[in-house]
């Protein structure tokens, strides 16, 4: 859509070019023009199309003004999310430690539980391999 909005202004200032290629003399005829405080003779083509050329300008430096802006906003949003992913990465990163710590004191624990069933185990096992073997 860009593209075909670039090339149809392009294609209005080439046309309004050749125009005024085309009808010089007539754009630099003198006229009389009324400034309100003054009339002056002036070449009445020449001046409105200064005046076409200004408002382009500034058009254009509007147009810059806003894409400057949207660039803007857009690096700060990506510097947010940049800094909450980190933030989200940070999370997970504390909960997987956190979860590895549990799993290593339950395990830890259950050697313990483990450790101190085998002396009290030991002879009911031996009882019941002795009972297996026969």
Same mark, same amino acid.
């Given at each position: 859509?860009?593209?075909?909005?670039?090339? =149809?202004?392009?294609?209005?200032?080439?046309?309004?070019?050749?125009?005024?290629?085309?009808?010089?003399?007539?754009?630099?005829?003198?006229?009389?023009?009324?400034?309100?405080?003054?009339?002056?003779?002036?070449?009445?083509?020449?001046? =409105?199309?200064?005046?076409?050329?200004?408002?382009?300008? =500034?058009?254009?430096?509007?147009?810059?003004?806003?894409?400057?802006?949207? +660039?803007?906003?857009?690096?700060? +949003?990506?510097?947010?999310?940049?800094?909450?992913?980190?933030?989200?990465?940070?999370?997970?990163?504390?909960?997987?430690?956190?979860?590895?710590? =549990?799993?290593?004191?339950?395990?830890?624990?259950?050697?313990?539980?483990?450790?101190?069933?085998?002396?009290?185990?030991?002879?009911?096992?031996?009882?019941?391999?002795?009972?297996?073997?026969?």
């Amino acid at each position: 859509m860009k593209r075909v909005t670039n090339l =149809l202004a392009w294609g209005v200032v080439a046309i309004i070019g050749a125009l005024a290629v085309l009808n010089w003399s007539t754009l630099t005829a003198p006229a009389p023009l009324n400034l309100v405080i003054a009339q002056v003779q002036a070449p009445l083509g020449v001046v =409105l199309l200064g005046l076409a050329a200004m408002l382009a300008g =500034l058009f254009l430096i509007a147009s810059l003004g806003n894409q400057i802006g949207s +660039l803007l906003e857009t690096r700060r +949003l990506l510097k947010e999310i940049q800094r909450v992913q980190e933030l989200a990465d940070k999370a997970e990163v504390s909960r997987i430690e956190s979860l590895h710590r =549990l799993i290593a004191d339950e395990f830890r624990s259950l050697h313990e539980r483990l450790d101190s069933a085998r002396p009290a185990a030991a002879p009911a096992i031996g009882s019941l391999d002795a009972t297996h073997e026969r």
